[in-house]
């Protein structure tokens, strides 16, 4: 059963920069596709990007595209999301999760493990 704690998260001006980490225990990520979803106050759950598992295949939502970039150590089973340029609408919870079989995917569904999530909060 694989685990996933994010970590990073925190309190940022806008135009800032922030890295979330996301380890994983309890079992290896190294052939699961791992993404980042968040969720803003009041508002549904939307995805953020996606990695496969050899770090090859990557899809961001439209929002972050060239502002934010995925990417994992298997060797240390752990995933990154570099997070730039923030802006206050990327204030949100930021959630890391893991999808053992198929291929990238934007539905929040698709994914069997979540973590706990991160708060990030960019201030204008």
């Known amino acids: 059963q694989v685990q996933l704690v994010e970590s990073g998260g925190g309190l940022v001006q806008a135009g800032g920069s922030l890295m979330l980490s996301c380890a994983a225990s309890?079992?290896?990520?190294?052939?699961?596709?791992m993404g980042w979803f968040r969720q803003a106050p009041g508002k549904e759950r939307e995805f953020v990007a996606v990695i496969g598992w050899s770090g090859a295949g990557t899809d961001y939502a439209d929002s972050v595209k060239g502002r934010f970039t995925i990417s994992r150590d298997n060797a240390k089973n752990t995933v990154y999301l570099q997070m730039n340029s923030l802006k206050p609408e990327d204030t949100a919870v930021y959630y890391c999760?893991?999808?053992?079989?198929?291929?990238?995917?934007?539905?929040?569904?698709?994914?069997?493990?979540w973590g706990q999530g991160t708060q990030v909060t960019v201030s204008s």
């Open positions: 309890g079992g290896t990520i190294s052939l699961y596709a």
């Open positions: 999760t893991a999808k053992r079989f198929g291929g990238l995917s934007r539905v929040g569904t698709m994914y069997g493990y």
